[in-house]
């Protein structure tokens, strides 16, 4: 049985907190920009990014997936998967 999710008002609030905690405006966000090489995102910002995520949703995101993360679009694709 499949949860009855809403994939976009997720995506936007992800990118809300991705856009706090790396210090860029929304617009500067696409699913593509790398952390590191587009956004200056280091190491502790990333904990922080995924230590927000599993607190808001109540998910634990697994050890071996933070370090695929890499831009946006792995954090939607990781965090979708474990709500889905």
């Keep these: ?8 008002k997720i995506k ?5 907190i991705v856009a706090e905690i790396a210090e860029v405006e929304l617009d500067e966000l696409t699913p593509e ?10 190491s502790m910002m990333a904990l922080e990014i995924v230590a927000s995520i599993e607190k808001k949703y109540k998910i ?3 050890e071996e997936e933070i370090p695929t ?5 792995n954090v939607y694709d990781i965090v979708l998967k474990i709500l889905g």
């Design 1 to 8: 049985m499949s949860k009855n999710i809403d994939t976009e």
């Design 12 to 16: 936007a609030e992800i990118k809300q």
């Design 33 to 42: 920009a790398t952390f590191t090489e587009d956004l200056g995102v280091d």
């Design 60 to 62: 634990s995101v697994p």
């Design 69 to 73: 993360i890499r831009s946006l679009q």
